[in-house]
């Protein structure tokens, strides 16, 4: 089976490129520029070149509070761009993998959400990858959709690196308290793939395509979050910054964010057999991938 990865450069895209696939498996991976979703041609050479059986996507634009004064860039790859790739996708017969968000409720519902609440995006990242979700629904039939919440990984750009940052230059900070939901680590959602993967590999007539929540095990806060963060780098570096729960009103932003982010993954894993590891086991592993990395004090 040839597999084709799109964003192969992110945080989940990397992780795939790392993953343990299937045998059988072909999996080829582009970035910018071999492919831009905000350019339609790229797609159509991409997918005809490689060929693929199966395509993930795990591209985005993903800079949450930009994407409030730069709505038209955030639409043309989070909307326009996953409309094409459905498209070539479904022309070729080929299976889609996407992923999406959180960020597409509007977090007032006072328990996990399920696959079939109403959307109901607070800030425009989220309505854009809500436009995404309904333009694949619409057009590939083969596909499974993935949304997942607060990804990190050792790779790229996230909250826990942010937060090991932050607690190496300054002596104090103030994280909300009040937003509720669950670290995902890019490895869990990339293992997630890989299953889903061997399934349309091995039963490609018997796959519940469909919508599908994701997340690490558990929940806590962004605060919960940024405690645990502290914990270890007290334990390796002998430093812990003073950490202040606030509400979200105490932290003012461009975008909106829903108060409540938990996704209730009890779907996938009847489906598909996917059961995350607790979010505070998986961080324990990155935070084991980051702390390898960097080299001893001296
Ligand atoms: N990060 C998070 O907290 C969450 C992410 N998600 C979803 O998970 C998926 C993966 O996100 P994640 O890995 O975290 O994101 P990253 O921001 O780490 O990576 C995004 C990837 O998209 C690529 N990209 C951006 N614009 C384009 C474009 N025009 N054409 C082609 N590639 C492009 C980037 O490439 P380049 O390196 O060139 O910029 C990068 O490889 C996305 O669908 C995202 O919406 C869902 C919930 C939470
Ligand atoms: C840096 C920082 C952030 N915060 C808050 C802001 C926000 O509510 C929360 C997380 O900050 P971030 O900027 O990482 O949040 P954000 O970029 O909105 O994270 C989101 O990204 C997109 C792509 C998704 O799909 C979501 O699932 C989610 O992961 O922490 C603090 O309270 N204190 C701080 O010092
Ligand atoms: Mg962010």
Redesign the pocket.
Known sequence: MNILVLGASGQVGHALMRACWPDGARVVGLARPAVDLADPDSIDRAVAEHAPDLVVNATAY?A?DKAESEREAAFAINRDGPAHLAAACAARGAALIHIS???VFDGTKPAPYVEDDPVAPVNA?GASKEAGEAAVRATAPRHVILRT???YAAHGA??VK?MLR?GRERAE????AD?TGAPTSADDIAAAITRIAARIQGQPDDVPWGTYHLTGAGETT?FGFAERIFERLAREEGRRPAVKP?A?AD?P?P?R?PIN?RLDGSRLRAAFGVEPPDWADSLDRVLDELFSQRPPAT
């Open positions: 993903t949450v968000t959180d960020y990242y919440s607060w990804v996230n909250f942010t932050l900070l103030s994280v909300v937003q962004w606030i979200t932290y932003t975008a964010r982010s």
